[in-house]
């Protein structure tokens, strides 16, 4: 071999060698540098995301002329329509009707007495007026701990009338994004609703991560029962307290005005009103706009007056890149 080949052979086995070193550089390189993942990755590219992702930021900047200390970095949710679907009936009802209806067929006597009665006639009328008795009905008795594991067994099991989904996978994924972006941020969760606090405690520790200390809801009458040095908790038939009137009860758990609260309803109000006197805050109000993915059921009076105080009303067809998981 002459030198012309040998000196040819040995340029690209150098190039090779060369090439092969910076891919390898690069991909090396790629992993080092590659970017943290996006906020809210099923939050479309909109105004309204990076304005609520905007807000996060700059109350965590110290340097940030927003900033909050994290003790007062508190966000209250509301949770049927909000976090998580409440079409087409709110979901503590439907576990209560399910099991209003296991019961019935249990025993079969029971079909003459309410609200077993209107569950079997699916009496709407009766249902609706005598909501707390076919809330509470099928769980008198109970221990707090035996409803709790019904409430998730339900969850787990039950698919939605609508969706090929269990109730549990009925949580809209983009809500629990901004809930973990917040707790990344130091913020302290709260759900608050007219459900039960028991109910709201079991869904909060199952499937948002959130500590059931930070669930506000109404509360069921118990009867403490001390059996070989342990308390069960037994559940009457009745509400001691219930949480219709958000900022007072807000203001009985915690003290102070929370900085961001989402809600979709009227219900909300006067938790939107409260936050509304702080600075800085964000209010999200979340419009079900999106028959097709989901429901449509807009509230105008609500709207109107976030349009009003510039609150951030987030369009589920537009600022939502899916639904669901």
Same mark, same amino acid.
């Given at each position: ?9 040995? +340029? ?34 909109? #105004?309204? %995301? ?9 109350? =965590? ?7 909050? =200390?994290?003790? $007062? ?12 679907? #409440?079409?087409?009936? *709110? %979901? #503590? ?15 079969? #006597? ?18 609706? $007026?005598?909501?707390?008795? /076919? ?9 707090? =701990? ?8 339900? +969850? ?7 969706? $090929?989904?269990? &109730? ?12 973990? @972006? ?16 028991? +109910?709201?405690?079991? @869904? %909060?520790?199952? &499937? ?7 669930? *506000?809801?109404? /509360?069921? $009458? ?10 069960? +908790? ?79 009303? /987030? ?11």
């Amino acid at each position: 071999m002459n030198n012309k080949h040998m000196k040819f052979k040995l +340029f690209n086995l150098g190039l090779v060698l060369l090439l092969g070193f910076s891919s390898c550089f690069v991909a090396s390189s790629n992993q080092l540098i590659e970017p943290p993942k996006k906020s809210l990755q099923t939050w479309n590219a909109t #105004e309204n %995301t990076q304005g609520i992702i905007d807000f996060i930021n700059k109350v =965590a900047d110290e340097k940030s002329g927003m900033y909050v =200390a994290p003790e $007062d970095r508190i966000a209250v949710f509301d949770m049927d329509g909000t976090v998580l679907c #409440e079409k087409p009936g *709110i %979901t #503590e009802v439907d576990v209560s009707i399910e099991f209003l209806k296991r019961q019935v067929k249990a025993n079969p #006597e029971l079909a003459a007495q309410q609200p077993y009665k209107a569950v079997l006639a699916d009496d709407k009328k009766y249902l609706k $007026d005598s909501i707390v008795q /076919v809330l509470l009905t099928p769980f008198v008795g109970y221990t707090q =701990a035996q409803y709790r594991d019904s409430v998730i067994h339900f +969850f787990n099991t039950t698919k939605h009338a609508k969706y $090929d989904l269990y &109730y549990k996978d009925l949580f809209y994924q983009p809500m629990l994004e901004l809930i973990e @972006l917040l707790k990344q941020k130091d913020f302290t969760v709260y759900i608050s609703s007219y459900s039960q606090q028991t +109910f709201i405690r079991s @869904l %909060t520790t199952e &499937y948002l991560g959130i500590d059931k200390e930070h669930s *506000i809801g109404s /509360v069921v $009458d118990l009867a403490a029962v001390f059996v070989d040095d342990k308390a069960q +908790f037994v559940r009457g038939d009745n509400f001691v307290l219930k949480n219709k009137h958000k900022a007072e009860v807000i203001e009985y758990q915690f003290g102070k005005a929370p900085i961001l609260v989402g809600g979709n309803s009227s219900g909300d109000m006067e938790m939107f009103d409260y936050a509304n006197v702080v600075k800085p805050h964000k209010v999200i109000v979340i419009d079900h706009d999106d028959e097709k993915r989901e429901y449509q059921y807009t509230k105008k009076a609500l709207l109107e007056k976030a349009k009003k105080q510039n609150w951030t009303i /987030v369009s589920m067809k537009n600022d939502f890149k899916q639904i669901f998981k």
